[in-house]
């Protein structure tokens, strides 16, 4: 389609500019969706020019879902944050075809015995995003993160070519039940797992090899590398690629089961694995996941295993949820593999909280896609029960895919050449002394100035969930601690360019954006500063609860343990130690020096919807049917009431769901009122 951009009006310029646009993505679902390429990349090209000839000559037709848009001219300076509508959870694992019988099991208990059937699907091992449409033009795209909020991901999206910019009423077949003004909807989120084919993921790392860089350990951190990128242009050459399953927020229509959830996809123009399959029974689910595991190696990219979910979508809401997975829905975890290997040493690692573990040095082998030299022992007694010996052949296997560890000693193969391994006495850091909690089987490291903690602390505080800081991996903190300019949390916030250049393979560049993380990780949330603070016990979960109950770091910090044991989420041992954490004048000193730095010290305060509830102190027990207990909980403090963890006397009301446990018991005993769900959602107007 030639066009002469220098002598047509701007009516016949929108109207070819138009056409092209409709054959350009007709072109690209055919390429990179349908894998049926119906012109030559030559041709394609040649339609992209026209395109862009004619938005540079009447600047006014521009549009940003054009095809001309997908990768945007500078880097960013930091990613924006994106809350999910609907969150992302994740979910609960599974490793053998009796926890799927038993999930089959909870499912139909849970549904009174109602006939359930299944969709079964592939275990993608990449990264999750979401992906908004409005009024049919692809608007925003989002990380996972936490579930409730993740990065803005947007112009790194943008570059996955399968990946429609706008959803066309040209691309649905005729005779579909899903027409275009069907499913162009007025907003709907699109779930989906961004993933590298493995070819890719060769290229890219033979490229990063030449280039002198650190080459990626497997494909799905290649794929989250990508996306971590502020550069789109970088980004779009990693070749990466999405399947779409699912749906998140969606506001003009409903949808009946999973499975047309997925045919509404595939024929809105969406990449949908065709490897899908409706099962009657969870005897057949369990037979289509066991094929996979042996086919899957014929794949042009990785899976892990399968997801099995109810495909009646109004008994999937009838399922809920529980604070972090779904209850309609199981991950099917293949058998991970192993491979034979010779332990040549064993090290000991000191961790952030002082924990000593121990680490088999092994003599290389491949295995799971990459190649392992290193496997977790766990600890002192792991290596007396299994009887692990420097010099011993052992099996290794990756749990969960990612971790290496020894699994069990090849006995057969001993010499007697092989020597019994003791833990150290003292510190092999520092020197300093050890001891072992009796309730515990990790030997610590008792000094607090140990810079294996401080190394490990500092890995904890720039990791993803935590404040999620560019470029602070384990060779920048590694030369940081080695070279006295960090000494805690603190003095990241006071380095210099000038200083970071002292280091080794450290540009001015890589300089510039370590520093532009560390700037961008002041606007991350309390809950996640709290988190980041590494104290003992406090996983996100808790660090969201502590942020949201008392809403600034000054208030938690002066905080009793009383005062923390009355948050529903947070228990005796987490209540200790958060308290012993924040009495220590040298956290303390931190803290103010964070503070300094203009972090976030305030958690937004949850909108106060009514008082309808006020004066009323609450305590939730047991599994709620229709919602979570957090998102229970949440819903009665926007209505004005106080939640509580401990039965006691100034407790108002209980709230019990199935398997309340000893709270019911002793509010009964105290003859404080108890309602059920359906009694308090009657309470709080039908909510």
Not at 94 to 123: I, M
Not at 519 to 539: C, N, T
Not at 598 to 627: D, H, N, W, Y
């Amino acid at each position: 389609m030639a066009v002469k951009t220098k002598s047509i009006s701007l009516a016949q310029a929108k109207s070819q500019a138009g056409q092209l646009r409709k054959l350009i993505r007709h072109h690209d679902r055919k390429y990179y969706v349908e894998n049926q390429p119906e012109v030559t990349d030559q041709e394609y090209d040649r339609l992209l020019h026209s395109l862009k000839e004619l938005e540079e000559t009447f600047p006014q037709l521009a549009a940003p879902d054009s095809p001309t848009q997908r990768v945007s001219g500078e880097p960013l300076k930091a990613f924006g944050t994106v809350r999910h509508r609907v969150p992302m959870m994740s979910l609960d694992n599974t490793y053998s075809p009796n926890e799927l019988r038993e999930f089959d099991a909870r499912v139909r208990r849970f549904l009174g015995g109602e006939p359930v059937r299944y969709v079964v699907e592939l275990k993608y091992d990449g990264v999750s995003v979401s992906l908004t449409y409005q009024n049919g033009a692809f608007v925003r795209g989002a990380t996972r993160g936490d579930g409730e909020q993740g990065d803005d991901i947007t112009g790194n999206l943008k570059t996955i070519r399968s990946i429609p910019m706008r959803l066309e009423s040209g691309r649905c077949p005729l005779g579909t039940r899903y027409r275009m003004e069907r499913y162009r909807m007025e907003r709907m989120e699109v779930r989906g797992e961004v993933y590298m084919p493995r070819a890719a993921f060769e290229e890219v790392n033979r490229r990063r090899q030449k280039e002198g860089e650190p080459v990626f350990a497997n494909p799905r951190n290649a794929a989250a590398g990508s996306l971590k990128q502020l550069d789109p242009r970088i980004v779009q050459k990693r070749n990466l690629q999405i399947f779409c399953y699912g749906l998140g927020a969606v506001q003009g229509r409903a949808f009946a089961a999973q499975h047309q959830v997925l045919e509404f996809l595939r024929d809105a123009g969406f990449r949908v694995n065709p490897h899908f399959k409706r099962c009657a029974t969870i005897e057949e689910a369990i037979t289509f996941c066991n094929g996979w595991e042996t086919r899957r190696k014929g794949l042009e990219y990785d899976i892990d295993g399968m997801v099995i979910k109810v495909d009646d979508l109004a008994q999937q809401r009838r399922l809920g949820v529980t604070a972090k997975s779904p209850r309609y829905a199981i991950s099917y975890k293949f058998p991970a593999e192993r491979a034979v290997t010779q332990l040549l040493d064993i090290e000991v690692n000191v961790g952030r909280t002082g924990a000593l573990t121990p680490v088999a040095i092994l003599k290389p082998v491949f295995l799971a896609g990459t190649t392992v030299s290193r496997a977790s022992l766990h600890n002192e007694d792991e290596i007396k029960r299994k009887e692990v010996r420097v010099g011993d052949w052992v099996r290794v296997e990756k749990a969960g895919e990612i971790i290496p560890q020894v699994v069990e000693v090849v006995k057969e193969k001993r010499t007697g050449k092989e020597k019994v391994f003791r833990m150290p006495v003292i510190c092999p850091v520092c020197s300093g002394p050890v001891s072992r909690d009796p309730e515990e089987v990790a030997l610590r490291c008792e000094s607090l100035t140990c810079p294996a903690q401080l190394k490990e602390r500092l890995l904890h505080f720039a990791q993803r969930s935590a404040m999620d800081i560019e470029g602070l991996g384990d060779a920048m903190v590694q030369q940081l601690v080695d070279k006295g300019l960090v000494k805690d949390y603190g003095d990241l916030y006071q380095l210099t360019k000038e200083q970071l250049l002292t280091l080794e393979r450290m540009g001015e560049k890589s300089a510039v954006n370590l520093l532009n993380g560390i700037q961008a990780s002041k606007e991350r949330s309390l809950s996640r500063l709290v988190f980041a603070l590494g104290i003992r016990h406090v996983g996100s979960a808790n660090a969201q609860a502590l942020a949201r109950h008392f809403g600034s770091m000054e208030k938690l910090a002066r905080a009793t343990v009383e005062q923390l044991r009355e948050i529903s989420e947070v228990g005796p041992v987490v209540a200790e130690s958060a308290a012993a954490f924040f009495r220590a004048p040298a956290n303390s000193r931190v803290l103010q020096k964070l503070k300094a730095a203009g972090l976030k010290r305030e958690e937004a305060a949850p909108k106060r919807v009514s008082k309808r509830l006020a004066g009323q102190t609450i305590i939730f027990t047991g599994e709620m049917e229709g919602l979570t207990r957090l998102q229970a909980e949440e819903l009665a403090r926007s209505l004005g009431a106080v939640i509580a963890s401990n039965v006691t006397k100034k407790t108002t009301l209980v709230v019990a769901g199935a398997s309340p446990g000893s709270k019911l018991k002793k509010a009964q005993v105290l003859g404080i009122q108890v309602i059920d769900e359906v009694e308090f959602k009657k309470r709080i107007g039908g909510k």
